[in-house]
Structure formats: C-alpha cells, structure tokens
C-alpha cells in the first residue's frame, strides 16, 4: 500500500510518520534520527538536546552523511529560552544554511523561527498541545500543526482534549494539515489516526521503547510492560502542570525494536486492518 498524501510531499518521506522531539542530552540526535528517515518516516534533530551549536552542526552533517533522506530540526521554545529572544540564532542559521527543509517549532509561539524558515523557502510546522494554539499558528502562516492529546507525553493540555477530539474537531475547523500525537504506538493507532482525519502521526514514548535510542533496557523495558490501568500511572498523567508526563502510548508498544522494524511493523499492521475493513466491506 501507498502512503502518498499530503504531509509525505510536504515533508519528503515515504510514510506520514514523525519521530518526536527529545529534548534531553544525548537523546535527540542523528543516532536516533537517521534510522528512523532511513526507514521511511522523518527523524528530528532536537536543538535544545545539544550543549552549544557547534556540538549541533557537527551532528547535523553527520545525519546528513549517513542518509540522504530528510531529517528535520525541532526548536523548543521553553520557559528558559522564550525570555532570550536571540537564543537559537545560531542554531537556525545552520539549521538553514545545512540545508534543512522541515523546521519544527514546540511549546511557546515563535513566529520568528516560522518566518525565517518561510522566508527560506522550508516548511515550517508547529507543535502544540490545543485546538485554540492550533488555530492560532495557522494564522500565523504554518504550513501544518502537531496537536498533542491529553494521552501524550509532554506539557499536558489544558482542555483535556484527546489525540481524537483534536483530529475530528480540530479538522472541522483548521484548514492546514493536522499531524496526531499522543498515545500513538501501532499500526492500529496509525490507521485510526487517519482515519479521523490527521495527514500523519507523531510519536514520542513509542520511539523510546526502539533499540536506537539512547537509554538503559531498563527504561525501554518499563516502557513496555507499563500497566496503563494502574490508578496510580493515571492519576499522574492527567495532572496538569509543568512536568513532563508519561503517555498512554506505554499501554501499546509491545516490544523494544530496531526502528526499521518497529516502522515496518506499523506499517504492516496497518494494511491488515485495512484489509479487515475491505473483507467486511467497510471500504471500497
Ligand atoms: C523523554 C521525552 C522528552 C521530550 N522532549 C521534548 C522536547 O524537548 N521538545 C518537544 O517539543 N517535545 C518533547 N517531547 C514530546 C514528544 O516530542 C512528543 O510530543 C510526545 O512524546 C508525543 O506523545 P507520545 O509520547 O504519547 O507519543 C518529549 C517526550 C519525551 C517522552
């Protein structure tokens, strides 16, 4: 099956799939980010997970020799660096003059990055956490949003609004691509997400659990064998404030892959659903 839409000529890759931003030390670079392009979705290089932006640029040309597919850059705009307007100077002009063409922006609005990617002739998409900021950034001239769920890992919403409500509401009233996040792990979530209406999927915790990433088998391991019933785990994750959150996608990563199969795996179980579809002639 093809997955030829919108957000994949957007952003250049084989599938409407995007890695997520990680912002801690070690974590959001090119050893993550390169198998996950090489294996048809689109890796983001996280500027704030480097030390300064020399440590970033040689990381950006070692993603670059190792694949020639997109990989893309993500700003996160936090309570730190939303006061220091000229933080990521330095950080963009590589980005652009390397030649990215995907920028992302997170968290606090930052029209200047948008506008300078713009300007650069790059796609500029912006992720956050409600239908309200969603609007907000379109108008602003972003060519597509990420909105994060109430499932998802990351500044929680404070609507409270699921991966679902965003897409289904989110679509009646926003004209540029929707990309889902938030408790999203399988072929199946990949497919439902579509289905309501998102141009792609974005994932964070599932991409945690891969063997790419760099963390002990411990963290992979609890990742997996996660209880999302426990009321304990539940109780954290609607709590809204400034931490970040587990995600529900922990209930759905079964296994800790190497990236290309764990896409392949998606993919795969996405065509059986929509072949279970077809066979009860649910599609035509
Ligand atoms: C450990 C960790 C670190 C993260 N760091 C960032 C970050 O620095 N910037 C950002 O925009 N999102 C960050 N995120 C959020 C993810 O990019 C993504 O939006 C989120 O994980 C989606 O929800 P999911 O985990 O249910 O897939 C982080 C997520 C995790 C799990």
């Not at 307007?85 to 920028?103: N, P, R, S």
């Not at 912006?126 to 379109?138: G, N, Q, V």
Request: aromatic share 8%; glycine share 10%; hydrophobic share 40%.
């Amino acid at each position: 099956m093809k997955f030829d839409n919108i957000l994949t000529r957007m952003i250049g890759t084989k599938y409407p799939i995007i890695q997520g931003a990680f912002g801690m030390p070690g974590t959001g670079d090119s050893r993550l980010a390169v198998p996950v392009s090489e294996a048809g979705g689109l890796g983001i290089l996280t500027a704030i997970s480097f030390k300064d932006p020399d440590m970033f640029q040689e990381d950006l040309r070692i993603a670059k020799s190792k694949t020639d597919k997109p990989i893309a850059v993500n700003f996160s705009i936090l309570h730190e660096t939303k006061f220091v307007e000229d933080y990521f100077d330095d950080f963009l002009k590589i980005t652009l003059d390397e030649g990215v063409e995907t920028v992302f922006t997170s968290a606090y609005t930052v029209s200047n990055i948008g506008k300078a990617v713009k300007d650069a002739g790059g796609t500029w998409i912006h992720k956050c956490a409600t239908i309200r900021h969603a609007l907000s950034i379109e108008k602003k001239g972003a060519d597509a949003v990420v909105i994060v769920g109430l499932e998802g890992t990351g500044f929680k919403n404070p609507d409270q609004h699921t991966t679902l409500i965003n897409i289904t509401a989110g679509r009646k009233l926003i004209k540029i691509p929707i990309i889902a996040a938030g408790g999203i792990g399988d072929g199946r979530g990949f497919v439902a997400a579509l289905a309501a209406g998102a141009a792609g999927v974005y994932m964070g915790t599932a991409f945690m659990a891969t063997k790419e990433y760099q963390a002990k088998d411990k963290l992979k391991n609890k990742i997996i064998n996660r209880d999302i019933t426990d009321p304990e785990y539940i109780k954290k994750l609607h709590k809204i404030d400034h931490d970040v959150k587990p995600s529900f996608a922990s209930g759905v990563v079964d296994s800790v892959l190497p990236i290309k199969e764990f896409i392949d795996k998606i993919i795969k179980e996405a065509e059986e659903v929509m072949d279970e579809f077809k066979k009860f002639g649910m599609l035509k």
